[in-house]
């Protein structure tokens, strides 16, 4: 029998370890098989320590972030993690990237998708990426492209947690234990050096995450990731 799989799509090489690193972890350990999709290194606008080093170049500012980003997939647990290089600042999202989103796909039919918030005042390419995500979803489940393949489901999408999510609208209707993986996931923030001073940041995130999914549950949490849905839960009881 084949494990359940699902799909993270990270605009940059850093994106699913500060946000959703936990719920890989957690699915991971839980028998998933977790693909994560990197789409840019990030290789201009979040590689600031790197650039500041004498005679850095460009692909050296890649080859560091991929090694970085390999070494937290590795703690996490993660199944298959690509580079697909699209560019960073403006990310470089077109038809041909778009088709072979949809390939993934139809290859691995995700029990769910993870990906950016509808807006980033921040960071541009936060949610030119969850448009280009979620219009895969769609034409992987259009019986007209590629006939013959079998089309794509109805995953659910969870749209993880933006830097500042109070500018950019971001309300979170799902928050999610981490605690049992935070030591990992804590152990892959600290994989990413170029990025250090995010670290504490995260952290606190964190904490703050799992004191609201506390207050909304009966249950002790200490550590938390947030993640608003796209598309309505469909289940066949309430509790």
Same mark, same amino acid.
């Given at each position: ?52 080093? +004498?005679?850095?170049? =460009? ?6 972030? !991929? #090694?970085? %980003? ?101 309300? +979170?209707?799902?928050? =999610? ?6 030591? !990992? #996931?804590? %152990? ?52």
């Amino acid at each position: 029998m084949s494990k359940p799989t699902a799909l993270v799509i990270s605009a940059h090489s850093a994106d699913f370890v500060w946000r959703a690193g936990g719920a890989i972890a957690l699915h991971a350990a839980a028998g998933f098989e977790v693909t994560v999709v990197c789409l840019s290194y990030g290789e201009r606008g979040e590689s600031a320590k790197l650039w500041r080093q +004498p005679g850095m170049t =460009l692909e050296r500012v890649k080859t560091e972030r !991929q #090694k970085e %980003a390999e070494a937290a997939a590795k703690v996490l647990g993660v199944h298959d993690l690509q580079f697909w290089d699209l560019g960073d600042y403006p990310i470089t999202l077109n038809q041909q990237s778009l088709f072979r989103m949809v390939d993934v796909m139809r290859a691995i039919h995700p029990k769910f998708i993870l990906t950016h918030s509808k807006e980033d005042l921040y960071n541009w390419d936060h949610p030119a990426v969850t448009d280009f995500a979620q219009h895969a979803r769609i034409t992987a489940q259009a019986h007209g492209h590629n006939p013959g393949q079998k089309v794509l489901g109805a995953p659910p999408v969870f749209l993880f947690e933006p830097h500042q999510p109070e500018q950019c609208n971001w309300k +979170p209707d799902v928050l =999610l234990d981490i605690g049992p993986v935070w030591a !990992q #996931k804590r %152990a892959a923030i600290e994989c990413m050096a170029g990025q250090e001073h995010l670290w504490e940041y995260y952290t606190r995130v964190a904490q703050q995450r799992g004191a609201q999914a506390a207050r909304n549950s009966d249950k002790s949490i200490t550590w938390g990731e947030g993640y608003a849905s796209v598309f309505p839960h469909v289940v066949e009881r309430l509790v």
